[in-house]
């Protein structure tokens, strides 16, 4: 592991250890804010935010930095995403399980050039789980490297995100995968989500929207693993890409086989 990989790793864990994990289960109903609908912060998502900005800030001051909750504030942050270097902030990830008390979620960080995405973390803060990855360097899990593996199902074991899909197309969804997916529940947390695909958990995963603070670790994760993940068209995802619609799968069989049957 590198300096600038393990650095980013004790940020992580020093946040979630002093600022998410004693609010946890611990929140007043005043500190939980519904910012948009079905979109909730807390006062640890901006907590944590502001620690983890300014520990990066320090390990590369050269770097800019965009965090989820920034951009709540101020939407326009996001397009310095697609020019230079950045760090890319989700400061708890699958927020809504956390404001209910419950697992999972997740600290995501990704360091993006020119919405290119080259490093990504994803800290776990319950099981002290980090998955990392690095641009042509592969994957890891708590330092040790990981490959992508299938279930093993006798049908492809399929979380599908349907919560942003348009009403009028999410039917035709589920009905293309009547009968050729396994359907599983989704974690509504994309730091869980990923690491299921790679795990063997689930063989893919469709989201619909892919907000960059959300997908560029995981996704590179995924990728780096061995796995595939890419828009319905085949293209690769770019932080700096505003479309809609993603297919995560275990290996490049299970995505086309994936795109075949969902898009169709």
Known sequence: MDALTASVAALMRQVAAEVVMPRYRNLAADEIIEKAADELVTIADRESELRLQEGLARLLPEAGIVGEEACAADPALVDKLGHGLNWLID????????????????????????????????????TDRLCHAARGKGATINGETILARESGAPLPVAGLSMLFVRPEDRQGLIDRAEGKLQMADIPRCAAEQYPRIVLGVNDL????????????????????????????????????????????????????????????
């Open 91 to 126: 400061p708890i990830d699958g927020t809504s399980n956390f404001a209910a008390g419950r697992p999972p979620f997740g600290l995501m960080i990704a360091l993006v050039d020119g919405g290119e995405t080259l490093a990504g973390w994803m800290l776990d803060p319950l």
């Open 205 to 264: 995963a469709l989201f619909e929207r892919t907000l960059p603070w959300d997908h560029a670790p995981g996704a590179l994760f995924v990728n780096e693993a061995g796995g595939r993940v890419a828009r319905p068209d085949g293209s690769p995802y770019r932080v700096d890409d505003n479309r809609k619609g993603m297919i995560a799968a275990a290996s490049p069989a299970m995505w086309d086989r994936a795109a075949a049957i969902l898009y169709s």
